[in-house]
């Protein structure tokens, strides 16, 4: 089995070997044992379900919250000629039914869905009737409450074994405490499982705190000693520009990523720091995500993160080529204060929820009982700006909702366009009879894209349809919107906007069941993560692997060594070392009765008079040890 899981790698993934601990989580899944794997970020967890699932007869399920990763693992999978595809919110019904359509009587391996899908009926229906080999839920975490990322559907996947009961379940997350683990295993209802943990040691990182006033100053003085490529993290997107503008103008070459980027310059800008045209990226939290560069030395965090956990993912960034790397937390007095207010606004007043959510139906124009898995492009600056709400706090708020299952938010992310031929060849053909000003684009994307236009929905790029066909992109958009109103194909929009969904039919906002008990313990809960950030912060003393590990819940056996606490502590044991040789010479020398001046007393000991040597001495004659005479010159006592 183990020699076929290798080839499995080989052929498809290009790797001779698997990673530690990859090759016993995909042979528990080959067993058919349900399977907690707890794979540390850059681990490879990926891996553990797609190797099983290319082994085993018929399509795994991949159960994902972040559509950005959902399309980019689709994308990766089918340029190894894998079949793969996705179901997320903002697709149309029709586009979900080809979709389904397909892994059930297709040659499907991977099937990438949203949590919000599972329960609908659509999904339920054609699930029942797939042969599913795998079911893998990624970001696993996102199942407990007491995790950091809590969505509500998540408590839905559980319901998937009723229909495929024989079929073995792979949780897989970076970072999860105990008390996550043990409601990972229980909400999923695994029985008996393999579990595996891998350390959250990391022995090539250098963790280190540095207090600063001055942040973009200390963060040249780090790049300065450290070489090589570095994401800076930051909370806001207007920090990205104002903090790479500062490196910039200091020598220091530096771009800014964000979500409110076009997507072409996100794309741009993320490519000039993996090809190292840029050494320095300074991002919001969400960049890094799926990003395959291991030689990042160091991350520089320039705003206290809101938990261990979302820290540990992004420090973790650095370093996974196993070299040494550093990951650097700067913070002055302001920041703690800073980042307690900020938990204390993360779960706002119930009647503020309730106030958004009417307030979105208001804006979206929805109805009481309409409305449930819509998609709508969404912009909340212009929505907080005509409700006169307060920015941060509707965030909030609509993140509370989310949690409570009724909305979901997804940050911008660039989807193209796509396009499905809904009639068969002869009809085709006399839609191009009959309209021959859409004769040459039918030819042209029957040319480049081919019969599978027929069977499912393909990415389609209007600027190259236009480029060939010697004529304008939106020239091209309306004979496909055309097309589309005629019924002959099925063409969807590309959408680069953030989007909130109804995952719930539109309720009345004043009887909106929200569940205050819960939303009370995960704010606790976000508090208690800030106070363990601020105590992260402040510790002078204990190794910050330890604390690290600690948090998660695993035993250190010993100190890092090169953390900045472990570097302090080993410095001060040096120094205590010296102070003691030094005295004792001091001693030895002046015991024979000599009367020496300092300068003499460290020429004759052949020791550098500096502030060090100065201060031992000083420190022998308060303990009465020595003596100063009136000339200045010095005796024992």
Same mark, same amino acid.
């Given at each position: 089995m183990k020699t076929k899981a290798l080839y499995t790698l080989k052929h498809?993934?290009?790797?001779?070997?698997?990673?530690?601990?990859?090759?016993?989580?995909? %042979?528990?899944?080959?067993?058919?044992?349900? @399977? !907690? *794997?707890?794979?540390? @970020?850059g681990g490879g967890k990926s891996v553990c379900f797609q190797v099983p699932a290319l082994m085993s007869e018929g399509i795994c399920i991949v159960v994902s919250p972040l559509i950005a990763l959902m399309k980019d693992q689709v994308d990766n999978l089918r340029k190894r000629m894998i079949l793969a595809t996705a179901v997320y919110s903002g697709m149309r019904k029709r586009e979900i039914d080809t979709t389904l359509d397909n892994c059930i009587y297709g040659n499907y391996k991977f099937l990438y869905v949203s949590p919000e899908r599972l329960k609908t009926e659509l999904f339920i229906e054609r699930f029942k009737q797939m042969k599913v080999s795998l079911i893998a839920v990624d970001e696993a975490h996102c199942i407990s409450q007491w995790g950091y990322d809590f969505r509500p559907p998540y408590l839905e996947i559980a319901a998937l074994r009723e229909y495929h009961p024989e079929v073995p379940f792979i949780a897989l997350t970076a970072s999860a405490t105990q008390k996550?683990?043990?409601?990972?295993?229980?909400?999923?209802?695994?029985?008996?499982?393999?579990?595996?943990?891998?350390?959250?040691?990391?022995?090539? !990182?250098?963790?280190?705190?540095?207090?600063?006033?001055? &942040?973009?100053?200390?963060?040249?003085e780090i790049l300065q000693k450290v070489p090589g490529s570095a994401i800076i993290y930051v909370r806001n997107r207007k920090a990205t520009k104002t903090i790479a503008t500062g490196l910039n103008q200091l020598g220091i070459q530096a771009t800014f990523y964000? *979500?409110?980027l076009d997507k072409s310059v996100r794309e741009s800008r993320q490519i000039d720091w993996i090809t190292e045209r840029v050494r320095v990226i300074v991002a919001t939290n969400a960049f890094g995500m799926g990003i395959d560069k291991s030689n990042v030395r160091v991350v520089l965090h320039a705003d206290i993160p809101e938990n261990m956990e979302n820290y540990y993912q992004e420090s973790g960034r *650095?370093?996974?080529?196993? &070299?040494?790397?550093?990951?650097?937390?700067?913070?002055?007095?302001?920041?703690?204060?800073?980042?307690?207010?900020?938990a204390e606004r993360t779960y706002p007043p119930i009647d503020f929820i309730r106030k958004v959510y009417q307030s979105l139906a208001n804006y979206l124009r929805i109805a009481v009982g309409s409305s449930m898995m819509s998609s709508y492009d969404f912009d909340i600056a212009r929505f907080t700006e005509t409700y006169d709400l307060d920015l941060l706090l509707t965030y909030n708020a609509i993140k509370v909702l989310q949690e409570e299952g009724f909305l979901e938010l997804t940050e911008g992310f660039f989807l193209p366009s796509s396009l499905h031929i809904l009639v068969d060849n002869s009809k085709l053909y006399e839609i191009q009879i009959a309209y021959a000003k859409l004769d040459p !684009?039918?030819?042209?994307?029957?040319?480049?894209?081919?019969?599978?236009?027929?069977?499912?929905?393909? %990415?389609?790029?209007?600027?190259?349809?236009? &480029?060939?066909?010697?004529i304008q992109p939106n020239e091209v958009t309306k004979q496909l919107e055309q097309l589309d109103n005629l019924g002959v194909v099925a063409y969807h929009k590309r959408k680069d906007q953030p989007q909130i969904t109804f995952l719930t039919p539109r309720q009345d906002a004043g009887k909106l069941p929200l569940n205050q008990n819960r939303i009370s313990d995960r704010r606790s809960n976000t508090l208690k993560g800030a106070k363990v950030m601020i105590a992260y912060l402040n510790e002078s003393n204990q190794c910050r692997m330890r604390l690290i590990l600690d948090y998660f819940g695993e035993e250190a056996k010993d100190d890092c060594g090169h953390c900045d606490n472990c570097l302090a502590k080993r410095k001060g044991k040096n120094q205590l070392q010296r102070e003691k040789v030094i005295k004792e010479k001091i001693l030895k020398t002046l015991g024979s009765g000599m009367v020496l001046s300092m300068s003499e007393l460290f020429y &004759? !000991?052949?020791? %550098?008079?500096?502030d060090f040597s100065v201060s031992v001495l000083r420190a022998l004659e308060d303990e009465g040890l020595i003596v100063s005479l009136q000339d200045g010159k010095i005796k024992k006592n």
């Open positions: 498809y993934f290009g790797y001779d070997d698997f990673r530690p601990m990859q090759a016993e989580i995909v %042979n528990s899944v080959l067993e058919g044992k349900d @399977t !907690l *794997a707890l794979l540390p @970020t996550v683990r043990e409601d990972i295993l229980e909400k999923l209802e695994f029985k008996s499982p393999n579990i595996f943990i891998k350390s959250f040691t990391r022995e090539n !990182l250098s963790y280190a705190v540095r207090q600063s006033e001055n &942040k973009l100053e200390k963060m040249v964000h *979500a409110g *650095a370093g996974r080529d196993e &070299k040494r790397a550093f990951a650097v937390l700067m913070a002055n007095e302001q920041d703690a204060i800073t980042l307690m207010e900020r !684009l039918i030819k042209l994307m029957l040319r480049s894209y081919g019969g599978e236009l027929f069977t499912e929905y393909l %990415n389609i790029y209007e600027e190259k349809l236009a &480029k060939i066909l010697g &004759k !000991l052949k020791i %550098n008079k500096d």
